[in-house]
């Protein structure tokens, strides 16, 4: 147990704008006081940052957002790291790289030498470092470097993101942990509709545009629906919307949605959708399982244990491919999805139960905070 250690969770969103980045402190917060120690979130300022910090009181986190200055693709805010010392952490977990946060993590370190942890969250795979090279570059040099040599450790979604991390940043010192999904339903029948859904950011890399044209050449029921949920910058949600509208009416895009709009969705859903091109690993296929929903996802999805267990199943990321994919889904016999749902059940259960989770994380913590009472 933590025993009443302070655990800062560094990030540049407290809100819905950090996506699941943001979703996955939510879940770290808790974990953390359910071990006995007390959470405490710092990040930067936005526009949904006081509605959403309600996410986090029931977990006992105390949430400092700070104001920022100049472009925010940067973030600087000057009164983070003033605030992080202030605090009296005895570890600080950083959730996200590429921004100011990662500065103000270094700073904290070095001045306090307590351990720092880093969860990229996926932010050192190829597909997103190959983008913008030179405004990574220039954060590299920046702030990520020193932030990067200063880790205590680094924090792997899976195995592959391990690989990504060591590759990136020279280090080695990587700990393998997933997230946590939700607890598990008790086992359902088969949805009645045949909907598919998918939910999250509305980004290039989801691959969304190349889902709806797939789905619009994919041999399907009449009353087969996809249904796209979620927030983007506006420029990516106007290229979906007028992909959407192409379309014959199947596709609905709804926005974001939250609380009990967001279940209900995935109560009817008979498939949650991800054909994404790099992923850390997304919360929204442990949300599907843990209601016990079958998961259509690429390989980029790091979750190659969907596919062993018999949750998943696998999709391709061209249009043609997707069409294929997404018709034999929908002709899937009952009897096949039941297996399926029951699979995706005992992995939320298992392997990404909060349980599992919270021991690798007490273990890692624990490990940590001893070292330095040694040294002391």
Same mark, same amino acid.
């Given at each position: 147990?933590?025993?009443?250690?302070?655990?800062?969770?560094?990030?540049?969103?407290?809100?819905?704008?950090?996506?699941?980045?943001?979703?996955?402190?939510? @879940?770290?917060?808790?974990? +953390? /006081?359910?071990? %006995?120690?007390?959470?405490?979130?710092?990040?930067?300022?936005?526009?949904? !940052?006081?509605? #959403?910090?309600?996410?986090?009181?029931?977990?006992?986190?105390?949430?400092?957002?700070?104001?920022? +200055?100049?472009?925010?693709?940067?973030?600087?805010?000057?009164?983070?790291?003033? !605030?992080?010392?202030?605090?009296?952490?005895?570890?600080?977990?950083?959730?996200?790289?590429?921004?100011?946060?990662? *500065?103000?993590?270094?700073?904290? *370190?070095?001045?306090?030498?307590?351990?720092?942890?880093?969860?990229?969250?996926?932010?050192?795979?190829?597909?997103?470092?190959?983008?913008? /090279?030179?405004?990574?570059?220039?954060?590299?040099?920046?702030?990520?470097?020193?932030?990067?040599?200063?880790?205590?450790?680094?924090?792997?979604?899976?195995?592959?993101?391990?690989?990504?991390?060591? /590759?990136?940043? %020279?280090?080695?010192?990587?700990?393998?942990?997933?997230?946590?999904?939700?607890?598990?339903?008790?086992? /359902?029948?088969?949805?009645? %509709?045949? #909907?598919?859904?998918?939910?999250?950011?509305?980004?290039?890399?989801?691959?969304?545009?190349?889902?709806?044209?797939?789905?619009?050449?994919?041999?399907?029921?009449?009353?087969?629906? &996809?249904?796209?949920?979620?927030?983007?910058? !506006?420029?990516?949600?106007?290229?979906?919307?007028?992909?959407?509208?192409?379309?014959? %009416?199947?596709?609905?895009?709804?926005?974001? +949605?939250?609380? #009990?709009?967001?279940?209900?969705?995935?109560?009817?859903?008979?498939?949650? +959708? &991800?054909?994404?091109?790099?992923?850390?690993?997304?919360?929204?296929?442990?949300?599907?399982?843990?209601?016990?929903?079958?998961?259509?996802?690429?390989?980029?999805?790091?979750?190659?244990?969907?596919?062993?267990?018999?949750?998943?199943?696998?999709?391709?990321?061209? !249009?043609?491919?997707?069409?294929?994919?997404?018709?034999?889904?929908?002709?899937?016999?009952? @009897?096949?999805?039941?297996?399926?749902?029951?699979?995706?059940?005992?992995?939320?259960?298992?392997?990404?139960?909060?349980?599992?989770? @919270?021991?690798?994380?007490?273990?890692?913590?624990? #490990?940590?905070?001893?070292?330095?009472?040694?040294?002391?």
């Amino acid at each position: 147990m933590l025993n009443g250690k302070r655990i800062g969770l560094l990030t540049a969103s407290a809100s819905r704008l950090g996506g699941g980045v943001f979703e996955a402190v939510v @879940a770290h917060a808790a974990l +953390v /006081r359910s071990l %006995g120690g007390v959470p405490l979130v710092f990040a930067l300022d936005d526009e949904h !940052a006081g509605e #959403d910090r309600a996410r986090l009181a029931p977990h006992g986190a105390d949430v400092v957002t700070c104001p920022t +200055v100049g472009p925010r693709q940067i973030g600087i805010a000057p009164a983070l790291v003033p !605030a992080l010392m202030a605090a009296n952490l005895d570890c600080l977990h950083l959730h996200g790289i590429w921004m100011y946060p990662s *500065s103000a993590g270094a700073t904290w *370190s070095a001045r306090t030498r307590r351990p720092y942890f880093v969860s990229p969250h996926g932010m050192l795979d190829p597909w997103i470092t190959a983008r913008g /090279r030179w405004k990574k570059a220039l954060a590299r040099i920046g702030y990520e470097r020193a932030s990067w040599a200063r880790a205590t450790a680094f924090h792997g979604l899976t195995v592959r993101e391990g690989r990504d991390i060591s /590759r990136e940043t %020279g280090r080695h010192e990587v700990v393998v942990i997933p997230n946590a999904g939700p607890a598990p339903t008790g086992p /359902r029948n088969p949805p009645p %509709g045949l #909907d598919l859904l998918y939910i999250g950011r509305i980004h290039t890399k989801k691959n969304l545009l190349a889902l709806v044209e797939g789905w619009r050449t994919a041999t399907r029921p009449a009353n087969a629906r &996809l249904t796209i949920a979620g927030w983007g910058d !506006a420029e990516d949600v106007a290229a979906l919307e007028s992909a959407v509208a192409e379309g014959d %009416g199947s596709v609905e895009f709804v926005g974001p +949605v939250y609380g #009990d709009r967001k279940q209900a969705l995935l109560d009817a859903a008979r498939f949650v +959708v &991800l054909p994404s091109h790099s992923e850390g690993l997304p919360m929204a296929i442990l949300e599907a399982w843990s209601k016990g929903v079958p998961t259509l996802m690429t390989a980029e999805c790091n979750l190659e244990e969907g596919f062993t267990a018999g949750a998943a199943l696998e999709c391709g990321y061209d !249009a043609a491919t997707l069409a294929s994919d997404l018709g034999s889904a929908l002709a899937m016999p009952d @009897a096949r999805w039941l297996e399926m749902s029951a699979a995706a059940l005992e992995l939320a259960g298992s392997r990404f139960s909060e349980q599992s989770v @919270a021991a690798m994380w007490e273990q890692t913590y624990g #490990d940590a905070l001893a070292r330095v009472k040694a040294v002391a």
